[in-house]
Each structure stands twice: as structure tokens, then as C-alpha cells.
């Protein structure tokens, strides 16, 4: 079956533009989390949904990042007046009730 | 599977009891990460241990890693309430691969 998707896969910009990352959880998953890698680093998480709402936000970095779930599925990360440390892949994951997180492909975003 | 596997999958242990989990991996490895997830929460990143280093400390948590037999061990002392979690390890090269975990609970 479908795993997690995310878009688009790379996404190179300048810096102080704003970008919006794309998540697509596996079908009927009520749990949504984005994290980020930098390079050779560990995983940071950055949110966590549970169907629309976003029980931990404990995690966005700044106010320039901001992450919305409609209808329960589909979510989006924006972050706004990207600065070149936002250089990272964002992995989405999702899980059911097991609590098992499937991992995204990630975006690698690039700010020049 | 690509997966790699955490031993045991569940263990419960007295508050103060030390705690060891294991891992064993499939690839080949840049560096070999340990991760806790308390329940409804996302994954908190533990430590990192890279493929040229034998063993880690980071307070009351120390990693080992062995490439030959492709297996890492997290072995968290004086455990304490607040470590119940489930416990994962990840082998990171170009991309990351997450084990299944392993549950911990620690007894009052």
C-alpha cells in the first residue's frame, strides 16, 4: 500500500523566502509528526498532530515556522523568511493507534 | 525487511535497576542513532554514536557499538520513573532506518 509521501522532494531557495513543505500520511492515520535533520545530526522533532490539532508545538524552532493538518490528513509545514540554518531534510511520519511512525522520504531544503 | 531489530521488545525493571537494550542493524552505517518516544509524543533523539567509535556516554546513558557483529547496546543507569518509554535505535547512511523499539517500564 501507499506509505507516507512528502513534496517536493528537493527544494532549493533564496534566503527570505517563505516555503511550504508538503506531507501526505499513510490513509487513516490519526498522528502526524515532522522532525528535521541537519546535517549529521540527529532527528529533531518539531510537532506532533493528533487528527487536526497539534497537541506539541514544543518543538518549531522559531515563530517563522508554522504547520496546519486539515481534514485530518494532508499537513503542511511553511516556514517564513527562511535563513540558511533552516538547511535540513523535514521528514514527516505518521502513525495509527500502534504508535509505530512510517517514515516520509523527507525534503531536503536548501537556503542559499 | 530493511528494519533493524531492538532485544528485547519489552522489559520491566525496578526503579534503580540498570536497563540494557539491544540493537542489531543490516547496513552499513554512517552512525548508529538511539532515540525515546514517551507515549503520544514524538521521538526525542538520545545520542549518536559514529561507525569509527566503540562507545558513547552522555549522563546516565552509554551506547556501544560494534560494526563486525552490526549490533549497538543502550544501557541506561539508576533507572527512574520517568525513562518509562519505548526506546529506538536508528542506523543512519543515506537515508535513516528506524528499529521497531523497544518498551520500557520502569516499577516504583
Known amino acids: 500500500g501507499a506509505g507516507v509521501s512528502q513534496s517536493p522532494s528537493n527544494k532549493v531557495t533564496e534566503k527570505g523566502k517563505d516555503v511550504e513543505l508538503r506531507c501526505d500520511p499513510i490513509?487513516?492515520?490519526?498522528?502526524l509528526y515532522w522532525y528535521r535533520q541537519s546535517l549529521g545530526q540527529g532527528l529533531e522533532f518539531l510537532i506532533y498532530?493528533?487528527?487536526?490539532?497539534?497537541?506539541?508545538k514544543s518543538g518549531l524552532p522559531s515563530d517563522r515556522f508554522s504547520a496546519e493538518r486539515t481534514g485530518g490528513s494532508v499537513s503542511t509545514l511553511t516556514i517564513q523568511r527562511t535563513q540558511q540554518e533552516d538547511s535540513a531534510v523535514y521528514l514527516c511520519?505518521?502513525?495509527?493507534?500502534?504508535?509505530?511512525?512510517?517514515f516520509g522520504p523527507g525534503t531536503r531544503l536548501t537556503v542559499l | 525487511s530493511q528494519q533493524g531489530e531492538e532485544d528485547p521488545q519489552a522489559l520491566s525493571i525496578q526503579e534503580g535497576e540498570n536497563a540494557t537494550m539491544n540493537c542489531s542493524y543490516k547496513t552499513s552505517i554512517n552512525n548508529l542513532q538511539w532515540y525515546r518516544q514517551n507515549s503520544g509524543r514524538g521521538l526525542v533523539h538520545l545520542i549518536l554514536?559514529?561507525?569509527?567509535?566503540r562507545e558513547k556516554h552522555s549522563g546516565r546513558l552509554r551506547v556501544t557499538l560494534d560494526t563486525s557483529k552490526k549490533s549497538s547496546s543502550l544501557l541506561i543507569t539508576a533507572s527512574r520513573a520517568a525513562d518509562t518509554a519505548s526506546y529506538f535505535c536508528a542506523e543512519v547512511d543515506d537515508k535513516i532506518i528506524f528499529g521497531k523499539g523497544t518498551r520500557l517500564h520502569i516499577l516504583p
Open positions: 511520519a505518521s502513525s495509527s493507534l500502534t504508535n509505530t511512525q512510517y
Open positions: 498532530f493528533q487528527g487536526n490539532s497539534a497537541p506539541d
Open positions: 554514536i559514529r561507525s569509527n567509535e
Open positions: 490513509s487513516g492515520h490519526t498522528a
